[in-house]
């Protein structure tokens, strides 16, 4: 039997009959609330689903998704969200559906999708699925409260509740993960400061009435020196506690000066507005400027508030509506050669890579920072990982971000084997150097006359590689013999009479991020490496095709964090029913036609032996 048969939609639909019954049983927790108080009513319904030819379904992935996924294990899943007390609510499937089919089938405004709920025939599909009446159609903000009273941590539970789906569906392996994180802007514009914190938005600054008010009368007793028109400015200093002694360059970083709000004395045209009346009165001048008929005209201020005891409150213009945002650095889309600043976050995304099959799927995502090390939480994913689901990883890709010693050990300890670029840091590379220390870049060593040695397999109970130089000085030509010679004596050489001339144990432990289990830059390791382009198209669908993480709106870590996992959700579904859709298809044209080009698509992909024998390792 053709391996791909078991993923037509026939064979899907037989087998997620059990697994919907077998994720009903293992989520039993009752909803508080009866089932007669909600304003809607989600129910799973086995329908109809039919593939078009060209690839279309009849319905959308919509109808597609429901027919075969029961979805009310989302009550059980979030009934600790609710009370048993209060008004009638929506089905928390209901929403979690409604909000699932607009980034489906690509809505990104959640108003324009509501507006189609409340059309009556294009929209009906969509409530029927959802179990939402025509009369009970909820708004957008009973989306926006729903998404932060589930918060990340059920999101992130419902999707791994669908990663367990796809494992049993034998979609997803886990063997091969690849890791790679992707830059995202938060909705708030950056306003200059890269070290604002918690005090920013509320500072307190004493005697500023009496400050500005000598300052009035000074310029009043001054007329003459003093131009009428100039700006006066109120400063105070920034109380930040985040800012370095030094930068990159070494230099001594001054904190920058706060401005409260900045004014000029002008002469009164006509009659003073209640506003200067006002700002006189409150610093104390009123009298003397109408005296001289002259006002005070405000030309900025970031005042929120006056304290009983003189001191002002006022808000840094340079803290963005978003706090918990910062400033991430990444390659130029457009040019390589420079880097992109993103104010925003960083969704780390990890991606199973099914070589057997095509397909890559997403099964863990974390939400940081733009500027949070990205490199550490690819434990936090495996972790996801490896509490909710049985599995055996066998290799983890990832990039110089990861070349961090922790991640070495866990995924060592995990029995997986890591393959992450190797980030040289400020380590020296000349010849010299490297013949000193007596193995290359890559940690292959030398032998005793110079030639680097070659790898010679890798034992695993001791956790070492082996070099051999495999006499590779008797298989020179004779001008490469004879510079060799003039450097060392062959026939003085002790290991000239070994099968394998001279041989090198170096050890894991001694270099545990230079030495691999696979010996970097084999071609062994070169194809595995090429797997990790795998997690950048993932990260690049859910910006560019699917366009979730394109200009979000979001202006908090809490509604990014929910997004970030909801992108995984919509990720994982798509491709995942794409590829069902795929190989349905292919297998109606070949049994009408019996075309050997079809038959040949039907062929699982090529599998190089050396990832081969990595992966069935058990």
Same mark, same amino acid.
């Given at each position: 039997?053709?391996?791909?048969?078991?993923?037509?939609?026939? *064979?899907? *639909?037989?087998?997620?009959?059990?697994?919907?019954?077998?994720?009903?049983? #293992?989520?039993?927790?009752?909803?508080?609330? +009866?089932? *007669?108080?909600?304003?809607?009513?989600?129910?799973?319904?086995?329908?109809?689903?039919?593939?078009?030819?060209?690839?279309?379904?009849?319905?959308?992935?919509?109808?597609?998704?429901?027919?075969?996924?029961?979805?009310?294990?989302?009550?059980?899943?979030?009934?600790?969200?609710?009370?048993?007390?209060?008004? +009638?609510?929506?089905?928390?499937?209901?929403?979690?559906?409604?909000?699932?089919?607009?980034?489906?089938?690509?809505?990104?405004?959640?108003?324009?999708?509501?507006?189609?709920?409340?059309?009556?025939?294009?929209?009906?599909?969509?409530?029927?699925? /959802? @179990?939402?009446?025509? *009369?009970?159609?909820?708004?957008?903000?009973?989306?926006?409260?729903?998404?932060?009273?589930?918060?990340?941590? %059920?999101?992130?539970?419902?999707?791994?509740?669908? !990663?367990?789906?796809?494992?049993?569906?034998?979609?997803?392996?886990?063997?091969?993960? /690849?890791?790679?994180?992707?830059?995202?802007?938060?909705?708030?514009? $950056?306003?200059?400061?890269?070290?604002?914190?918690?005090?920013?938005?509320?500072?307190?600054? +004493?005697?500023?009435?009496?400050?500005?008010?000598?300052?009035?009368?000074?310029?009043?007793?001054?007329?003459?020196?003093?131009?009428?028109?100039?700006?006066?400015?109120?400063?105070?200093?920034?109380? #930040?506690?985040?800012?370095?002694?030094?930068?990159?360059?070494?230099?001594?970083?001054?904190?920058?000066?706060?401005?409260?709000?900045?004014?000029?004395?002008?002469?009164?045209?006509?009659? !003073?507005?209640?506003?200067?009346?006002?700002?006189?009165?409150?610093?104390?001048?009123?009298?003397?400027?109408?005296?001289?008929?002259?006002?005070?005209?405000?030309?900025?201020?970031?005042?929120?508030?006056?304290?009983?005891?003189? #001191?002002?409150?006022?808000?840094?213009?340079?803290?963005? =509506?978003?706090?918990?945002?910062?400033?991430?650095?990444?390659?130029?889309?457009?040019?390589?050669?420079?880097?992109?600043?993103?104010?925003?976050?960083?969704?780390?995304? #990890?991606?199973?890579?099914?070589?057997?099959?095509?397909?890559?799927?997403?099964?863990?995502?974390?939400?940081?920072?733009?500027?949070?090390?990205?490199?550490?939480?690819?434990?936090?994913?495996?972790?996801?990982?490896?509490?909710?689901?049985?599995?055996?990883?066998?290799?983890?890709?990832?990039? /110089?971000? $990861?070349?961090?010693?922790?991640?070495?050990?866990?995924?060592?300890?995990?029995?997986?084997? +890591?393959?992450?670029?190797?980030? &040289?840091?400020?380590?020296?590379?000349? =010849?010299?150097?490297?013949?000193? %220390?007596?193995?290359?870049?890559?940690?292959?060593?030398?032998?005793?006359? @110079?030639?680097?040695?070659?790898?010679?397999?890798?034992?695993?109970?001791?956790?070492?590689?082996?070099?051999?130089?495999?006499?590779?000085?008797?298989?020179?030509?004779?001008?490469?013999?004879?510079?060799?010679?003039?450097?060392?004596?062959?026939?003085?050489?002790? $290991?000239?009479?070994?099968?394998?001339?001279?041989?090198?144990?170096?050890?894991?432990?001694?270099?545990?991020?230079?030495?691999?289990?696979?010996?970097?830059?084999?071609?062994?390791?070169?194809?595995?490496?090429?797997?990790?382009?795998?997690?950048?198209?993932?990260?690049?669908?859910?910006?560019?095709?699917?366009?979730?993480?394109?200009?979000?709106?979001?202006?908090?870590?809490?509604?990014?964090?929910?997004?970030?996992?909801?992108? /995984?959700?919509?990720?994982?579904?798509?491709?995942?029913?794409?590829?069902?859709?795929?190989?349905?298809?292919?297998?109606?044209?070949?049994?009408?036609?019996?075309?050997?080009?079809?038959?040949? =698509?039907?062929?699982?992909?090529? &599998?190089?032996?050396?990832?081969?024998?990595?992966?069935?390792?058990?």
């Amino acid at each position: 039997m053709n391996p791909f048969h078991k993923f037509t939609i026939n *064979s899907i *639909s037989k087998k997620l009959n059990k697994i919907n019954i077998n994720v009903s049983l #293992s989520h039993k927790k009752p909803f508080p609330k +009866p089932l *007669s108080c909600f304003l809607s009513h989600y129910r799973f319904k086995k329908r109809f689903v039919h593939i078009l030819p060209g690839g279309g379904i009849q319905g959308g992935y919509a109808r597609m998704i429901t027919s075969l996924i029961d979805f009310s294990f989302i009550r059980s899943l979030v009934a600790g969200c609710y009370s048993d007390i209060g008004p +009638p609510c929506y089905d928390p499937a209901s929403l979690f559906l409604v909000d699932l089919f607009r980034y489906i089938d690509g809505y990104h405004d959640m108003c324009d999708f509501i507006a189609l709920l409340h059309d009556k025939d294009r929209g009906r599909g969509y409530r029927t699925y /959802a @179990g939402i009446s025509m *009369s009970n159609i909820p708004c957008e903000g009973t989306f926006s409260h729903f998404r932060k009273r589930l918060g990340e941590g %059920r999101y992130n539970e419902i999707f791994h509740v669908l !990663v367990n789906i796809f494992h049993r569906l034998e979609m997803i392996s886990f063997k091969i993960l /690849a890791h790679d994180g992707t830059l995202y802007p938060t909705r708030a514009r $950056y306003k200059g400061c890269t070290y604002f914190c918690g005090q920013c938005s509320c500072i307190t600054v +004493p005697d500023v009435l009496d400050r500005v008010r000598d300052r009035i009368l000074y310029r009043l007793n001054n007329l003459a020196e003093n131009n009428l028109g100039t700006e006066v400015r109120v400063y105070t200093e920034c109380p #930040s506690d985040r800012f370095p002694e030094k930068n990159k360059e070494g230099k001594e970083i001054k904190k920058p000066r706060i401005e409260l709000f900045a004014f000029k004395l002008a002469f009164a045209d006509g009659e !003073v507005t209640q506003e200067q009346r006002n700002t006189a009165i409150l610093f104390g001048v009123h009298d003397e400027l109408e005296q001289q008929d002259l006002s005070i005209q405000t030309i900025r201020a970031n005042v929120v508030g006056i304290n009983p005891d003189g #001191s002002i409150t006022i808000c840094c213009p340079k803290l963005p =509506k978003d706090t918990d945002a910062r400033i991430g650095v990444r390659r130029d889309p457009q040019n390589s050669d420079k880097k992109q600043r993103i104010f925003g976050y960083n969704a780390v995304l #990890s991606t199973s890579v099914e070589v057997h099959l095509g397909i890559e799927l997403p099964v863990a995502i974390t939400n940081i920072a733009g500027n949070a090390d990205e490199g550490g939480q690819i434990i936090a994913n495996k972790e996801q990982i490896h509490k909710r689901h049985q599995c055996q990883v066998m290799i983890d890709i990832g990039d /110089a971000k $990861y070349d961090i010693i922790n991640n070495y050990n866990y995924i060592r300890g995990k029995g997986a084997i +890591p393959i992450f670029d190797y980030n &040289v840091r400020n380590e020296k590379l000349s =010849k010299d150097v490297l013949l000193k %220390r007596g193995y290359d870049a890559k940690g292959w060593p030398f032998a005793p006359c @110079g030639l680097l040695t070659r790898p010679n397999g890798f034992d695993k109970k001791h956790q070492r590689l082996t070099f051999c130089c495999f006499k590779q000085c008797l298989k020179f030509k004779y001008k490469a013999l004879e510079v060799l010679q003039n450097r060392f004596d062959i026939a003085t050489c002790p $290991y000239i009479r070994n099968q394998t001339g001279y041989t090198k144990h170096m050890y894991v432990k001694e270099l545990p991020r230079l030495v691999n289990e696979i010996p970097r830059g084999t071609k062994r390791y070169q194809t595995i490496k090429k797997l990790r382009s795998a997690s950048e198209r993932s990260n690049s669908t859910m910006k560019e095709d699917m366009k979730i993480l394109v200009n979000p709106k979001v202006f908090n870590k809490t509604r990014a964090d929910i997004l970030s996992q909801m992108a /995984a959700i919509v990720l994982i579904l798509k491709r995942s029913f794409s590829f069902i859709v795929k190989i349905t298809i292919l297998f109606r044209k070949y049994h009408k036609s019996h075309d050997p080009a079809v038959r040949e =698509k039907l062929q699982p992909p090529a &599998v190089p032996k050396s990832i081969l024998k990595l992966v069935q390792l058990e």
